[in-house]
C-alpha cells in the first residue's frame, strides 16, 4: 500500500479524498442514467451524461499522470 501511495506521489487522505470523489460521480452517474432508463423525459444533467463522465475521467486521468513519480530506468 505504501508503495503505491508514493508511486502516486500521494498522502492516504488525499488518496482517499480522491478515489472517493470518482466513486461518487459515478455512483450518481449510475442512479441518474438508470431514472434516465426507466423515465426517458427525465433529463440528465450534462455533467452526468456519459459524455461529461467521459470528459471527467479525462480529466482526472491527466492529473494522475502529472502527480506520478517518474520511474527510474533500470
Known amino acids: 500500500?505504501?508503495?503505491?501511495?508514493k508511486d502516486n506521489n500521494e498522502s492516504y487522505f488525499g488518496h482517499v479524498k480522491?478515489?472517493?470523489?470518482?466513486a461518487f460521480h459515478m455512483l450518481l452517474s449510475f442512479c441518474l442514467l438508470l431514472i434516465h432508463g426507466a423515465i426517458p423525459f427525465f433529463s440528465?444533467?450534462?455533467s452526468f451524461s456519459v459524455e461529461g463522465m467521459c470528459h471527467k475521467i479525462?480529466?482526472?486521468?491527466?492529473?494522475l499522470k502529472?502527480?506520478?513519480v517518474p520511474r527510474k530506468k533500470k
Open 66 to 68: 502529472i502527480k506520478q
Open 1 to 5: 500500500m505504501i508503495k503505491h501511495l
Open 44 to 46: 440528465m444533467p450534462k
Open 18 to 22: 480522491f478515489a472517493w470523489t470518482i
Open 58 to 63: 479525462k480529466k482526472w486521468d491527466a492529473y
